[in-house]
């Protein structure tokens, strides 16, 4: 069983950046794609990037593309979402989140396909 675990996080002005990490313990992040979530209070959550395990594919949503990059460390045992231009809408709880299967352009987004969630990190943007 993976037990990612998320810091970052925090208090941004708008236009400004923060980076988010995904960790887990003996490197299991190394053999998993992973994904990123964001969720408002009383929404769904929402898919916003996912990488491959060998980070050789990465997907993103239409509101975070160009904003948002997903990367893995160069040991593959962290994943990154470095988020810039951050805009008050980003407001919201975000997650890592972790499959067994190789994500694909139709279902990357998709919750159901990731089967271990960190514990999630709020980013709030403000003056």
């Known amino acids: 069983q993976v037990q990612p675990v998320q810091s970052g996080g925090g208090l941004v002005q708008p236009g400004g950046s923060l980076t988010l990490s995904c960790a887990a313990s003996?490197?299991?992040?190394?053999?998993?794609?992973v994904g990123w979530f964001r969720q408002a209070p009383g929404k769904g959550r929402e898919g916003i990037s996912s990488?491959?395990?060998?980070?050789?594919?990465?997907y993103y949503a239409g509101p975070v593309k160009g904003r948002f990059t997903t990367s893995r460390a160069s040991a593959k045992s962290t994943v990154f979402l470095q988020m810039n231009s951050l805009k008050p809408d980003d407001t919201v709880t975000y997650y890592c989140?972790?499959?067994?299967?190789?994500?694909?352009?139709?279902?990357?987004?998709?919750?159901?396909?990731?089967?271990?969630w960190g514990q999630g990190t709020q980013v709030t943007v403000s003056p």
């Open positions: 989140a972790v499959r067994t299967s190789m994500p694909g352009a139709s279902d990357w987004w998709d919750e159901e396909l990731y089967a271990y």
């Open positions: 003996g490197h299991q992040l190394d053999a998993h794609a």
């Open positions: 990488i491959s395990k060998s980070a050789g594919r990465t």
